[in-house]
């Protein structure tokens, strides 16, 4: 038997997305920004870009606009930035052969950002794929907002159902 505060998934979910204050488009605008922030390829930026959208954008559901901001994490950081220099790649003209061979993978870390020398290193040995990882990411940050509005208003009008319709009053 289940405790009557512990509901389903889906039905918290529902409840979750139908927010009556907002509008469908409301809630497809801000899953729309969370993901445009997500494939933002500046990394360590994304917390920021939320907390400014939140407070710069009215009538956004913040949580949702975190929660497609956050699907960049780290099991996502790797696919994403992958997929942005491939694309990047692809955009100039190189196919999608990375050359990866100059990077010592090993050697790149916090410490190589804490002083000038170290952050000038780990940009010279990231040189061959700096280009295509920022502009795919840039690209693909911009994509990510027309896909993710439609997606999530196509689920933000699934999730609400058909409107009532109104019944007229009997004239008896």
Not at 14 to 23: C, G, W
Not at 27 to 51: E, Q
Request: glycine content about 8%.
């Amino acid at each position: 038997m289940t405790h009557p505060d512990k509901t389903h998934l889906w039905a918290r979910t529902k409840r979750f997305l139908a927010d009556p204050d907002l509008e469908p488009h409301h809630l497809a605008w801000s899953f729309a920004l969370g993901l445009c922030i997500a494939w933002n390829p500046l990394l360590g930026t994304h917390t920021g870009l939320v907390l400014m959208t939140c407070a710069l954008v009215k009538k956004l559901h913040r949580p949702l606009t975190f929660l497609g901001a956050f699907t960049n994490n780290p099991w996502t950081m790797v696919p994403i930035a992958t997929a942005s220099a491939l694309f990047g790649n692809l955009l100039l003209g190189r196919g999608l052969r990375l050359d990866l061979s100059g990077v010592d993978w090993k050697s790149f870390g916090w410490q190589s950002l804490s002083t000038r020398e170290g952050f000038e290193a780990a940009t010279a040995m990231l040189r061959p794929i700096l280009a295509p990882y920022l502009l795919g990411g840039f690209v693909l940050s911009a994509v990510a907002i027309p896909v993710g509005y439609f997606l999530m208003l196509r689920l933000a009008h699934r999730l609400r159902g058909p409107k009532p319709t109104p019944v007229p009053p009997s004239g008896d």
